[in-house]
């Protein structure tokens, strides 16, 4: 497609359930990012793709958050036993490559955990 | 660890105003610095990408320059627009070990008055 995309755009789920949030990057992309935007706390890094593989996971706030890529393509990010705190956008992005190439962003999904 | 610091946090103008936004950050050991808009309920859009071999980088009527020994960036909006109207982010990767990480700062929000 011309862009990231990624869905759902908003999701809304009861707190303990389990979330997945899809991205789509740019065709040819081989990096991929996952960040989250919430209140107070601007935006953060989550966790990054080259290829199917993600090095580094530290951002990850803790073990209920998960991340995996298929085919270099699609990435899911999945958030088990939702908690309140969860609730925020998560922004995915891609790039051609990891280094200095620009990052490009999706329209982000926003996550209301009741 | 990197903090990347916005000033003014918000801003209003009339129409037809030059402004300058200022972008900070605390370690100069930066990969790349990117600028970014976003706008209400939407995803980031990227404007310029300076690498940090460069001082500056155009695009219509926007211009940003990058010092980055003394840590600093500045995003010049000629001719202000009520269009123009949105959070504007800066954000700088640096390399840690394979990863490009992008630190964003808490944006200055842009109003353009008629």
């Known amino acids: 497609g011309a862009g990231v995309s990624q869905s759902p755009s908003n999701k809304v789920t009861e707190k303990g359930k389990d979330v997945e949030l899809r991205c789509d990057p740019i065709s040819g992309h081989t990096a991929l990012y996952w960040y989250r935007q919430s209140l107070g706390q601007g935006l953060e890094f989550l966790i990054y793709f080259q290829g199917n593989s993600a090095p580094d996971k530290s951002g990850l706030p803790s073990d209920r958050f998960s991340a995996e890529r298929t085919g270099g393509s699609v990435s899911t990010l999945t958030i088990q036993r939702t908690q309140q705190e969860d609730s925020a956008v998560y922004l995915c992005a891609s790039s051609l490559a990891l280094g200095r190439n620009e990052q490009f962003f999706g329209p982000g999904t926003r996550l209301t955990v009741l | 660890k990197q903090e990347v610091t916005q000033i003014p946090a918000a801003l209003s103008v009339p129409e037809g105003e030059n402004l300058v936004l200022n972008c900070s950050f605390t370690d100069s050991a930066i990969y790349n610095l990117q600028w970014f808009r976003q706008d209400p309920g939407k995803g980031l859009t990227s404007l310029l990408l300076?690498?940090?071999?460069?001082r500056e980088q155009t695009s219509g009527r926007l211009n940003a320059s990058l010092d980055k020994s003394s840590g600093r960036s500045t995003l010049y909006i000629a001719a202000s627009q009520p269009g123009d109207s949105a959070t504007y982010l800066c954000a700088v990767s640096r390399i840690t070990g394979t990863a490009s990480k992008l630190t964003f700062g808490t944006g200055t929000r842009l109003q353009v008055t008629l």
């Open positions: 300076i690498q940090s071999s460069q």
